[in-house]
């Protein structure tokens, strides 16, 4: 059986290339997506209730800001930031996670599992129209993320450390 590569497809999926990384490092990027995309995707699916068919291209546009985002911020001044740390964890995450230690290819999927249940509770809510669960499974969505970033920030250190590069980043840049 082949194990699908997430990461990977999820990178593929966002087109993302060097420009594109370094744009998505700038703080208001990574923070508007790591604080905005999940919930105007909730709301924009909730407003169904209140402008029927309407949802449909809100969702859209929702969907639309989740593929822009790392592209509509300019490049920062410079890299140093928890975010942009975090955003090129990720990078090196994604193109050299089996060169990592086994303690961070474990956290890392831990985190990304933990999601799972609150995406879970999330869409019950978003499918039966319950608030409370909505607002409960989004949270338990968007709390693993957060951990998630700050373990890229800890893989950046490490791989750094260790005398990894950044594919588009020069060391003296990080």
């Given at each position: 059986?082949?194990?699908?590569?997430?990461?990977?497809?999820?990178?593929?999926?966002?087109?993302?290339?060097?420009?594109?990384?370094?744009?998505?490092?700038?703080?208001?990027?990574?923070?508007?997506?790591?604080?905005?995309?999940?919930?105007?995707?909730?709301?924009?699916?909730?407003?169904?209730?209140?402008?029927?068919?309407?949802?449909?291209?809100?969702?859209?546009?929702?969907?639309?800001?989740?593929?822009?985002?790392?592209?509509?911020?300019?490049?920062?001044h410079d890299f140093?930031?928890?975010?942009?740390?975090?955003?090129?964890?990720?990078?090196?995450?994604?193109?050299?996670?089996?060169?990592?230690?086994?303690?961070?290819?474990?956290?890392?999927?831990?985190?990304?599992?933990?999601?799972?249940?609150?995406?879970?509770?999330?869409?019950?809510?978003?499918?039966?129209?319950?608030?409370?669960?909505?607002?409960?499974g989004m949270a338990?969505?968007?709390?693993?993320?957060?951990?998630?970033?700050?373990?890229?920030?800890?893989?950046?250190?490490?791989?750094?450390?260790?005398?990894?590069?950044?594919?588009?980043?020069?060391?003296d840049e990080l």
């Amino acid at each position: 059986m082949t194990q699908v590569d997430v990461y990977n497809l999820a990178e593929r999926a966002f087109a993302m290339n060097d420009s594109v990384w370094r744009r998505h490092a700038n703080p208001l990027s990574g923070l508007t997506r790591l604080w905005t995309c999940l919930p105007l995707l909730v709301l924009a699916i909730w407003s169904r209730v209140w402008f029927g068919w309407w949802a449909l291209p809100l969702t859209a546009l929702a969907l639309l800001w989740i593929w822009l985002n790392p592209r509509v911020f300019p490049e920062p001044h410079d890299f140093k930031s928890w975010m942009s740390r975090a955003v090129f964890g990720e990078r090196v995450w994604i193109d050299h996670r089996h060169d990592l230690p086994d303690h961070h290819q474990r956290m890392v999927h831990v985190l990304t599992w933990l999601s799972l249940p609150g995406a879970v509770v999330m869409i019950i809510g978003l499918v039966f129209l319950w608030w409370d669960w909505t607002l409960f499974g989004m949270a338990m969505t968007m709390v693993p993320k957060v951990w998630f970033c700050d373990r890229m920030v800890w893989i950046l250190d490490d791989w750094l450390r260790a005398g990894g590069e950044v594919p588009g980043v020069r060391r003296d840049e990080l």
